[in-house]
């Protein structure tokens, strides 16, 4: 790989894809809607010469094929939010896979666990477990695959990466933000979801490096890929290693499917959150054994760190 594009650079995966790649020497685009937000990220990068930052929109092909000139790889990090998922994914996997199309270039597109539905079977799944998505937003996911790997593309070489849910300095969108932010801010928190039950989680920076080491391998386009997390915590668990590193430790309080219907009275993405509650019930579990197979072994940073650094990030951040 001698020169990637990053579509959605400066949202919580984009961020550290870019950073990676940029830590890697190879000749990195990150492309976003705010330039003001791109040249944050450059100067939080230490303005690396081989970073150039373009602003556009992930929904125009034409801008795309622009951005992407020379490049061997597209990572396709642009997200939608919650409550305009119906409606827009589709529209934004058609643009991205056009300009693949026109690029003949392998595109990776890092995508959820939503289409899989309910763990049936293992404990840990494999990469053809079935996908039988009973949620809305699992159904959208799934015709989103389905795009993707379409047999009408014949010049793109796209692949998808599955994470499961996720926490680091960048995220933003995930479940996990929000407690962060809060603890690291020493203030009262929420915590979506049940706090007890061990879920699966991963650290972006190791994500990230994951992905680019998928997408820097021949062969490997075509097919789903795992992305896993080094093993199952608690929300309660997590929330003590948090507060340890922050040295302060205010309230935090779960919230169910009665308290999030309430606030999705106000707030159209708590709305949205209620139908994935059941993967705070019956966590979904990757497997990395194929990740490990063909690619390597999986290196990871021990949650107790990964919670610790990401706390500490956040609360660099408040202070400038």
Avoid: C
Avoid at 165 to 171: E, M, T, W
Avoid at 285 to 310: C, F, M, N, Q
């Amino acid at each position: 790989m001698k020169k990637a594009v990053v579509l959605g650079a400066t949202g919580g995966v984009g961020t550290t894809l870019t950073e990676e790649l940029v830590k890697r020497g190879i000749e990195t685009v990150a492309f976003g809607r705010s330039f003001a937000k791109l040249e944050k990220l450059k100067l939080e990068l230490g303005n690396p010469p081989h970073l150039k930052l373009v602003k556009g929109d992930a929904f125009d092909s034409a801008g795309i094929i622009k951005a992407a000139e020379g490049a061997d790889v597209l990572f396709h990090s642009a997200n939608i939010p919650y409550h305009e998922m119906e409606s827009r994914l589709l529209p934004l996997g058609e643009a991205v896979m056009k300009a693949a199309e026109h690029l003949a270039v392998k595109v990776v597109v890092v995508d959820g666990i939503y289409p899989y539905g309910r763990r049936t079977g293992a404990a840990k799944a494999e990469e053809d477990h079935p996908k039988q998505p009973h949620t809305r937003k699992g159904k959208v996911r799934f015709a989103y695959e389905q795009l993707i790997f379409a047999s009408r593309w014949k010049r793109a070489k796209p692949l998808i990466v599955r994470l499961p849910d996720y926490y680091g300095p960048s995220a933003q969108a995930s479940y996990l933000s929000v407690t962060m932010e809060a603890i690291a801010a020493g203030k009262p928190a929420v915590f979506i979801g049940n706090m007890t039950v061990p879920r699966e989680y991963v650290y972006l920076p190791d994500a990230s490096r994951m992905i680019v080491e998928i997408a820097g391998r021949d062969g490997t386009e075509g097919q789903n890929w795992h992305i896993p997390g080094p093993g199952l915590l608690s929300g309660k668990e997590l929330v003590q290693l948090a507060q340890r590193a922050s040295g302060k430790r205010k309230a935090v309080y779960p919230l169910g499917r009665v308290s999030l219907s309430l606030a999705g009275l106000f707030n159209p993405v708590m709305k949205e959150v209620v139908e994935m509650l059941y993967l705070t019930e019956e966590p979904f579990v990757l497997s990395g054994r194929k990740y490990e197979k063909e690619i390597g072994p999986i290196i990871w940073t021990p949650h107790e760190k990964a919670v610790s650094d990401t706390i500490h990030a956040l609360m660099n951040r408040n202070k400038a």
